[in-house]
């Protein structure tokens, strides 16, 4: 388990823009990936975007493909999640992770997991 302390989440009108922003404290990331997850009120959570941290190679789902980017600097240990083109569909709690390849898209894939932080997009 490695510590995420996530930040950046909030109020935005629809068509707005968030940037999340995420540490993992206490060690490097080195050769393993990070990236975001949300759980909407009543729906299961699912995987947003991540990013392998040697190559910088991103997986992104469809729902949030062409809109959202994460991107890492390896000097902080931070990865960030800009949000873009947000609709009330993306109205979550989003969750920093940690694990070994970005290429999982299941939550068991990733063994750390941040707080979590609350994205609401109005109408």
């Known amino acids: 388990q490695v510590p995420l302390v996530e930040s950046g989440g909030g109020l935005v009108q629809a068509g707005g823009s968030l940037r999340l922003s995420c540490v993992a404290s206490?060690?490097?990331?080195?050769?393993?990936?990070m990236g975001w997850f949300r759980q909407a009120p009543g729906k299961e959570r699912e995987f947003v975007a991540a990013?392998?941290?040697?190559?910088?190679?991103?997986e992104y789902a469809d729902s949030v493909k062409g809109r959202f980017t994460v991107s890492r600097d390896n000097a902080k240990n931070t990865v960030y999640l800009q949000m873009n083109s947000l609709n009330t569909e993306d109205t979550a709690v989003y969750y920093c992770?940690?694990?070994?390849?970005?290429?999982?898209?299941?939550?068991?894939?990733?063994?750390?997991w941040g707080q979590g932080t609350q994205v609401t997009v109005s109408s």
């Open positions: 992770v940690l694990g070994a390849s970005a290429s999982r898209r299941d939550v068991d894939g990733f063994g750390s």
């Open positions: 206490g060690r490097t990331v080195g050769r393993f990936a």
């Open positions: 990013i392998t941290w040697s190559s910088g190679t991103t």
